[in-house]
């Protein structure tokens, strides 16, 4: 004999759960790559070039390579500070512009030595098989004495 359970307390244990749901999903703390202090959108061809940024006091050079933005091959990025220590938190990755292709973290590169001012950092982009001319965002995201500062760059595959 199967077990009956009155309509009303069905109901009553679906909105239970799901008002469970909607306040374990939005009492969870923020990610990390969600919420910063300071952002800028930086205007420099870094697929083609190192760029360098001055924000007062506070320095940093961003370079990418090999040159170009090839799909599914390994990139390498340097950073160079001044003022900012590049032994805290710092966060690497690429997600598109127009087009959610997920976030692509780039890893840290093993360092041979204790350089504050000095990271490297190994990752790749994914093949887009809808836009050949696909536009990637570059996050590159620093903490320094509990501020997050967020520099995003705009590389297009299309001139390559």
Same mark, same amino acid.
């Given at each position: 004999m199967?077990? @009956?359970v009155p309509v009303y307390v069905a109901c009553l244990m679906l909105v239970a759960v799901l /008002?469970? /749901?909607v306040i374990f999903v939005f009492t969870d703390a923020p990610s @990390?790559?969600?919420s910063v202090d300071h952002f800028?959108?930086?205007h420099c061809p870094l697929s083609q070039e190192t760029c360098s940024l001055s924000l007062g006091k506070r320095q940093l050079?961003?370079?990418l390579s090999p040159l170009g933005l090839p799909a599914m091959e390994p990139l390498s990025l340097a950073l160079e500070a001044v003022g900012f220590d590049l032994n805290s938190d710092a966060?690497?990755?690429f997600e598109g512009r127009d087009m959610n292709m997920g976030q692509h973290f780039f890893l840290s590169a093993p360092v041979v030595e204790n350089r504050p001012t000095q990271a490297d950092f190994q990752g790749m982009i994914p093949i887009c098989g809808i836009d050949v001319n696909m536009v990637w965002l570059l996050n590159v995201q620093i903490e320094q004495a509990e501020e #997050?500062? #967020?520099?995003?760059?705009?590389?297009?595959?299309e001139s390559l």
């Open positions: 199967a077990f @009956k /008002l469970y /749901l @990390k790559t969600q800028a959108r930086v050079r961003v370079a966060l690497i990755w #997050r500062f #967020r520099f995003v760059f705009e590389l297009s595959s």
